[in-house]
């Protein structure tokens, strides 16, 4: 099996009454493979490092998120009604200035969160990674996301509070939002922007590791390390 269980050691379902087992498999599993369940474990975080980097060096550029469908930030879904009776009245202009604005925030924001995430992906342990779900594709990023996501929200909200007011997202929000609210007979909308462009920022995050550990896994190529090469065979 070229294809070898390289991180096999990862990729086991286990119940807490299994554990033992799990552990007596993992053991045998590795003196197959030559290489320790503290290398597997570093070559996880360095993928993960890796990956996290790459992502984060692409979002970070302008369009990194406004040019990409699978992670450009939009109007939250219980606003898309103000989207549509604004651009009905004619607005597009305002409303397409808004949606820019967001996105801009989340690119400027991006390249503050890359010493985040790997300060959380150092912090992983090695039942951490032997944790992982045998046979996903991203099952390292589902890890780190479960691990991470509610430390990575406190730290990157200001960041991103921030990022809106330099891009003068909220401004453009206010305008559009105050617009909306003078319209008779709607409901008038109230969304907290910063909690939603930092839950959207950091899922586009999350799509770009993802993409990037899929892309180790199997792309030889994209091993750029020894061990790397050696747990990821």
């Known amino acids: 099996m070229k294809k070898l269980l390289s991180l096999s050691v990862f990729f086991v379902l286990f119940s ?6 799990l552990l007596k498999r993992a053991k045998s599993l590795l003196n197959k493979e030559a290489f320790t369940a503290e290398e ?3 070559g996880l975080k360095e993928a993960l490092v890796q990956g996290t980097s790459k992502g984060v060096d692409v979002l970070s550029l302008t369009d990194g998120y406004f040019g990409n469908p699978s992670v450009k930030i939009l109007f939250p879904e219980d606003v898309k009604n103000v989207e549509k009776k604004l651009r009905q009245v004619g607005l597009n202009k305002q409303v397409d200035a808004a949606i820019l604005s967001l996105n801009r925030a989340a690119e400027k ?3 503050e969160a890359k010493d985040i995430f790997v300060d959380a992906i150092r912090g992983l342990t090695i039942t ?3 944790n992982i779900v045998k046979g996903e594709q991203n099952a390292a990023t589902q890890i780190l996301e479960r691990e991470t996501t509610e430390d990575l929200t406190a730290k990157f909200s200001p960041i991103i509070e921030n990022s809106l007011k330099a891009v003068d997202a909220t401004k453009y929000w206010s305008d ?5 609210n003078k319209i008779p007979l709607v409901k008038k909308v109230e969304t907290d922007l910063t909690a ?3 839950e959207k920022a950091i899922d586009g995050l999350f799509v770009k590791i993802a993409e990037e550990e899929l892309n180790i896994r199997s792309n030889p190529g994209a091993r750029t390390s ?3 090469k050696k747990v990821f065979k």
């Open 16 to 21: 807490c009454s299994a554990e033992a087992q």
């Open 196 to 198: 939603y462009v930092t």
């Open 176 to 180: 559009i939002m105050n617009t909306y």
């Open 109 to 111: 924001a991006a390249v």
């Open 128 to 130: 951490d990674a032997i």
């Open 40 to 42: 597997a474990a570093n």
């Open 226 to 228: 020894e061990l790397l």
